[in-house]
């Protein structure tokens, strides 16, 4: 090594006997194990707020404030918030009445429950949510899983009563389910749902939401209960002789009258209040319309009887026995799922507001809103984007809001159901498509195309799957692709050989900067991944191709033969007992062709790991080394290459 | 900037005007798509050979090399191969015979369709498979599975046929779906079975396995039909009266020879045919007793009757309509599955002696195998490592020793069958639980105990699984957990914050080394994994959390406050539209605290996204950098801080 010329600068001694990364001391498996769990489940450290006050009073303050997130503004609460939360809480009344009385059409059960779901969920979630921007009510895609899902095993139109009880019962169940994931703090199962699924099952869902309408649109009398294109297509045209016009031209008269206030209100967005509140007006405008022209003899359907008085109890209709406890509990679980989209939606305002909503106290939320909605006749609610951004624009400050809500629903399901004798149905069916087209979001489409073709292909299938085919068929495409994108990330990871860059000690990926060159005698790969079960195999082929490739090409221009083959491993962030072994067989099958293996930056983890399988024994420290370029000088000092010249280019 | 002192020593141009990071230029979204699926599907590039050939020709002929491995090592096929493989196959087939008979009575199925087994398959894996090692036959595992996912359907008792029938449509489909995924290249899905959850589940079938050959140890008449450790035990100790003490001494004197060859072999291992021979030494020897004693009268019972022949045809017992299919069906994936294992006997070998198996080859090869096989009387057949291991020993060369194998056995189906009419089932059981001995891999599980701790607990929980409940429930909890870790390994990457190492311009992770400092008013996050649905709400949390912290610290010590956090992507591999819009997130809330973010290193495919998505637009190529020290020196210049003496140290 003697007389050698210096080949960069070594900015690390290399040899100096001391191990350059050092193997982390041993820490107790219960200390570790604890770390992990608190890193898998409380990423955030919810508790911080609490552990960090002094004394037994304080502390049990600081977690009731934690369960109670109203105690956090309630103290601190004024006049000037509680005037913009009436204004919000009154404007979002305006458009939940008559959306819950539309929606619990669409799941087949009496308009009126539409109003209590209204009422007592939005007073737990004033209680009990961290968000301060969520109206609560129900949705258009959870109401229209309800008969799809609960259909076959009660149908709505022959048993209505089991039909009811039976979404009292799946309401229930996902409420328990949607709590029980927010205490296990298993919120993170959500994530696994990608953004492109999503965009795609919302759209085809409010595709088919759309279609249902136009039984309503059309005033038939008749429908298919399938919710495919070509069942309903075939529905509406094989009975064109029972289209009424008179329902038609109320219907397009009124979406008409909603799709323009919303152009409006987009246009101006302080006048937001006008497509706030065109749903009750149109639905005023059309009850007032059809008692004058005495519409229900002329082929326009109308509500009926709304029974006065708030919600009644029903926990003793929960079916909590087989045989049909299992339909509602699939049900429940599934429609739990859809109903955590309250969640993104909330994030999403929180974000634009910048302050922090806990994802797993949210699920607790709307899991006990749901489960005591439940036992008080609702069914299903969580926080609906159209009536969460009217809240927003109407000015909410807190929770307040949903509470101000949930009064003016109570006042109309006391003293106004009458009022709403004459409401025509076709009114409520323009009043769903409205707030569907608003759901589409062809702009993520487009974007997801533009930037990844495999997400945009998840969106299509998922959307294509409910369109097609039904609800379940698309959620299930919708999981499967986002599963299978998972595995092909964790299964596939990306090898790279790296190069030096030019006049710096840098060594960077040589497909991505034309600039770096590789080093005679020394291949240099990194790994972008934990190594584990997985992807050991594959790594195992892809590395020794790399190596096998390497040689060709050096065969093949006679260069330096292949001395040291250096693995970056910065970027492996674990390993597991198969990661270790692939290490082991690649440092024993590089021993058998005279080719020596060096490490740089392994992390403390892999150190580890490498230490307790005696696979860095059989490395040697001398072997291991900081950063890449080190192990590079140190192969070349080491190696006694005669062309030392290349490398001072 | 003029007149500031320059921080350490800064390797590229800070702010030349072009971009540092370059977007890669766009490519046509075909060559992208066909990239992507080579690397997906042909990892190993297969091909090479075929594609490295000119003219037609000399391509089709390559072609066929690589369809049939034979004709690689067939035309150089020397006279001292032969006669190594000649002793090998000899070797091998005085096992296979007495382990044939021995699993198919554990399948319950006609003692002879363990040497039909061993002889079909067995000329077909010559021909196609790519080991030079491996010895075709039945495993104990394997066998045990046909009555536990049939024998429901059809009790092998009450009704032997259509159970046989059932048995040959399982294999079929077996077979084709391991040459399915074989030809789809889909190999890959084996990877996801954890190898701490295989040792697990092999453990507690080889246990299952040796508690059911109690029944032969003891000359029970009747025994239970479940597999589980309680009621096995509760079957053998409640008919202590049927215990016939002829029938255990006999047992117990072949398993006390077996295991007592065993370890002699293992001592010296190239006294290997010792061991190799004995289950047919204690056949032989356990038959002419029988024959001299009159066996058979004094509760030792015998085979009986051996059909004369090879292979009848079976093609026409397959059931391929419902509703017997689908049972056939799933116990055809389930066994193909385990079947599997083979495969990676073979790798190992071919490990150990360095030379390379193909994964998806292999698998059309097994499934081929079982495919002919399922037509010619024979069940599951894989590549056991028991067998597979005394052919090695034996110098096997090449995959000629099968055929020599299946020689060996259509010898004896042809001419020998009438000898084993007195061979005891005793000594059956004794070979059986004497094999099985060595499946339990107890070092692996210490290992496992050591290195890692979670994939102990797969291994126990896969191992308790099936001793406690039965081979299907010890599978799922296998597979069950193997998924978790990766779906946990996918959702809670690591992030750690770097800090630069004294005299030098790396940065690296505090938690690791001790000297590594922080830079004042940079937080430098380094993040480890690809950017994706699956982890970026986590990531969003843990990051912000990680700014939170930091901003606490440093009111609380009164620093410099944070000016800019550095995100190193070096270890990014990828990032999709949920990842992009994380980092436009995490920039929207990090300028709105006047706070500037910088990216150190990202990769080709991460730029790509970030430009295509507009988020670079939004972050500005000024603060994009190829390294983690000059975004720091660039913040620390730009940032005006005033006390730069700080970072000279």
């Known amino acids: 090594m003697v007389g050698m010329p210096v080949v960069d600068v070594p900015e690390t001694p290399v040899a100096t006997g001391a191990p350059r990364v050092p193997v982390p001391p041993a820490r107790p498996f219960l200390h570790i194990l604890g770390a992990h769990l608190r890193e898998t489940f409380f990423p955030d450290d919810p508790f911080r707020a609490v552990a960090r006050e002094d004394g037994h009073g304080r502390r049990a303050v600081a977690a009731l404030r934690y369960l109670f997130p109203c105690l956090q503004w ?72 309800f008969p799809a899902l609960l259909g076959k095993e009660a149908p709505p139109a022959e048993n209505p009563e089991l039909y009811m009880h039976l979404a009292f019962t799946a309401t229930f169940f996902a409420g328990v389910f949607q709590a029980g994931l927010g205490i296990l703090r298993l919120g993170f199962v959500v994530d696994f749902l990608s953004q492109a699924a999503i965009v795609g099952f919302m759209g085809g869902a409010a595709t088919v939401v759309c279609l249902q309408q136009l039984k309503g649109l059309l005033g038939l009398q008749h429908f298919t209960r399938a919710t495919d294109v070509v069942a309903v297509m075939r529905a509406v045209f094989s009975q064109t002789h029972h289209w009424r016009w008179e329902s038609l031209v109320l219907g397009c008269c009124c979406l008409i009258f909603l799709l323009m206030t919303r152009f409006f209100s987009k246009r101006r967005p302080r006048l937001f209040w006008v497509s706030a509140a065109a749903p009750l007006a149109s639905l005023v405008v059309g009850s007032i319309f059809v008692y004058l022209i005495h519409g229900q003899n002329h082929g326009i359907e109308v509500i009926g009887n709304l029974k006065k008085g708030i919600n009644p109890s029903s926990a003793k209709s929960l079916i909590l026995s087989p045989p049909h406890m299992m339909v509602a509990l699939k049900t429940g679980i599934i429609t739990g799922l859809i109903g955590l989209e309250g969640i993104a939606v909330g994030r999403s305002f929180a974000m634009s507001k910048n302050y922090h909503v806990d994802n797993n106290k949210e699920m607790v939320a709307f899991g006990l809103a749901n489960i005591v909605g439940s036992c008080t006749s609702c069914y299903l609610t969580t926080g609906p984007f159209s009536r969460s951004a009217v809240n927003v624009n109407a000015g909410c400050k807190t929770a307040m809001s949903n509470a101000v809500m949930a009064v003016a629903v109570a006042v109309t399901l006391l003293f106004l159901t009458p009022l709403f004798h004459y409401t025509p149905l076709v009114v409520l069916s323009a009043i769903i498509i409205s707030a569907m087209l608003g759901v589409f979001d062809f702009p993520a489409a487009v974007r997801l195309w533009k930037v990844d073709k495999l997400d945009f292909c998840a969106c299509l299938g998922a959307c294509l799957g409910v369109v097609l085919d039904n609800i379940g068929i698309g959620l299930s495409i919708a999981v499967g692709i986002s599963v299978v994108r998972i595995l092909l990330f964790v299964a596939r990871p990306r090898t790279t050989a790296l190069g030096k860059m030019p006049n710096s000690t840098m060594y960077r990926r040589m497909d991505q900067y034309a600039m770096a060159e590789s080093v005679p005698g020394v291949l240099v790969l990194q790994v972008d991944a934990p190594i584990f079960f997985a992807n050991a195999s594959y790594l195992r082929e892809r590395i020794s191709r790399w190596i096998n490739e390497e040689e060709e090409r050096i065969k093949a221009t006679c260069e330096q033969s292949l001395q040291c083959v250096v693995l970056d491993m910065g970027a492996v962030a674990g390993i597991d007992t198969s990661g270790t072994k692939l290490i082991e067989d690649l440092s024993k099958s590089l021993h058998m062709k005279n080719i020596q293996i060096a490490l740089a930056n392994p992390g403390s983890e892999v150190m580890k790991k490498l230490d307790m399988s005696k696979v860095l024994m059989r490395i040697d420290d001398e072997w291991i080394f900081q950063k890449v370029g080190d192990a590079c000088d140190y192969t070349l000092l080491n190696c006694k290459i005669a062309t030392v010249q290349h490398n001072i280019v």
Not at 75 to 103: K, W
Not at 127 to 145: I, K, W
């Open 74 to 145: 309630l103290p601190c609460y004024t006049l000037g918030a509680l005037r913009s939360d009436l204004i919000a809480g009154v404007t979002v009344a305006s458009l939940a009445v008559p959306q819950g009385i539309s929606y619990a059409k669409l799941a087949d059960l009496p308009p009126i429950m539409g109003l209590y779901s209204s009422f007592v969920p939005a007073l737990v979630y004033a209680v009990m949510g961290s968000s301060r921007d969520l109206a609560v009510g129900t949705t258009a895609v959870g109401s229209l899983l």
